[in-house]
């Protein structure tokens, strides 16, 4: 009787690492929709630009010692 129980015990764990990845997979889909909506957004754009500019401008007065 305890090996009938242990089988299905181990069905059901199977079962539920597969419900693990399903979450998982959902909420990493989710999480890539969000960051492309903040990418694709022109404030968030242009501030981003402004931050690569000033660091290229950092990295160029340290390297010309200017």
């Known amino acids: 009787m305890t090996v009938g129980m242990t089988k ?3 069905r ?3 079962g539920m690492t ?6 998982g997979t959902v909420a990493t889909v989710s999480m890539v929709g ?5 990418l694709n957004n022109p404030d968030f754009q242009r501030i981003l ?3 690569i500019k000033a660091i290229i ?6 390297v010309t010692g200017a």
């Open 8 to 10: 299905a015990s181990h």
């Open 12 to 14: 059901d764990q199977r």
């Open 18 to 23: 597969t419900a693990e990845y399903a979450v």
């Open 34 to 38: 969000v960051l492309i909506g903040i």
């Open 49 to 51: 630009w402004e931050i």
């Open 57 to 62: 401008q950092v990295v160029l007065r340290a």
